[in-house]
C-alpha cells in the first residue's frame, strides 16, 4: 500500500525515530525549526528528510562533487523553509516545504529510494486530457499528504475524509486514489488517471 500508510505499514515502521527532529530543539534558531520543535507530525517530516538526505549522501551512486552539491542544496533547502516566517499560515508552510523536499530527494536520487520508509514515490499517473504526466510521492510521515507535479507545477494536499481508497483534497484541488486508478480534479474537471507501469 502506497498511500494514505495506516495501521500496520505505519507499525511496521519504527516509531521511536519519530520522537525528535534531527536537531537539537534546545539550539533552534528560527521560528519553523520552532514549530517542528512543538509538532510531532513536522519531526517525523524532519526525521525523514534527514534520513533521506543520509542515504542520497551515503549511497554508492554518489560522486564526491555529488556530495557537495547536495549539501549545498540541503543549505539552500533549509534557508527556504526557514523563510515560512513571513507566512499566513506557518505551519502549512513548513509541512509543504518538507514534503516537497521528500519529493526533491526521492525524485533526484535512486539511493534516497534505496531502503522502505514512511515516504513513497514518486509514481507517474497518466491522465485523460492531460499532454503530460502527473508524478505523485505519498508522504506517510507526520500528518499524511500527496505532492502531485505536473509540467512546471507542484501542490502539496492533504489526506482528506474518503469512503474509499485516499483521498487527498484542497480547496481547489483532489487527488482520489483506488488502487492503480486515480481521479485527479483540476479547475472542477476530473481526469481520470492510471499508473503508469514504467513510472
Same mark, same amino acid.
Given at each position: ?14 516509531? @521511536? ?28 517530516? %524532519? ?11 551515503? /549511497? ?5 562533487? /555529488? ?14 523553509? %526557514?523563510?515560512?516566517?513571513?507566512? *499566513? ?9 518538507? @514534503? ?18 514512511? &515516504?513513497? /514515490?514518486?509514481?507517474?499517473?497518466? +491522465?485523460?486530457?492531460?499532454?503530460? #504526466?502527473? &508524478? ?21 494536499? #492533504?489526506?482528506?475524509? &474518503?469512503?474509499?481508497? &485516499?483521498?487527498?483534497?484542497?480547496? *481547489? ?14 479547475? /472542477?474537471?476530473?481526469?481520470? +488517471? ?6
Amino acid at each position: 500500500m502506497r498511500y494514505a500508510a495506516t495501521g500496520l505499514t505505519l507499525l511496521l515502521w519504527p516509531l @521511536a525515530a519519530w520522537a525528535q527532529p534531527s536537531f537539537d530543539c534546545a539550539k533552534a534558531e528560527s521560528s519553523a525549526e520552532e514549530a517542528v520543535c512543538a509538532s510531532p507530525a513536522l519531526s517525523e517530516m %524532519d526525521v525523514e528528510v534527514s534520513r533521506l538526505f543520509a542515504l542520497a549522501l551515503n /549511497g554508492p551512486n554518489i560522486t564526491p562533487d /555529488g556530495q557537495d552539491e547536495l549539501r549545498a542544496y540541503q543549505r539552500g533547502w533549509v534557508k527556504g523553509r %526557514d523563510e515560512c516566517w513571513k507566512a *499566513d499560515d506557518l505551519g502549512t508552510c513548513v509541512r509543504d516545504e518538507y @514534503a516537497i523536499r521528500i519529493d526533491e530527494l526521492r525524485r533526484e536520487y535512486a539511493d534516497a529510494r534505496a531502503e522502505d520508509g514512511p &515516504s513513497m /514515490g514518486p509514481y507517474a499517473y497518466v +491522465c485523460d486530457g492531460m499532454d503530460a #504526466p502527473l &508524478s505523485a510521492t505519498f508522504v506517510n510521515a507526520g500528518d499524511p499528504v500527496v505532492v502531485l507535479r505536473w509540467l512546471e507545477n507542484v501542490r502539496v494536499l #492533504p489526506i482528506a475524509m &474518503s469512503g474509499s481508497g &485516499s483521498r487527498y483534497a484542497s480547496d *481547489d484541488m483532489v487527488f482520489w486514489i483506488k488502487g492503480s486508478d486515480a481521479t485527479w480534479t483540476q479547475d /472542477g474537471t476530473d481526469h481520470a +488517471c492510471q499508473e503508469d507501469d514504467i513510472g
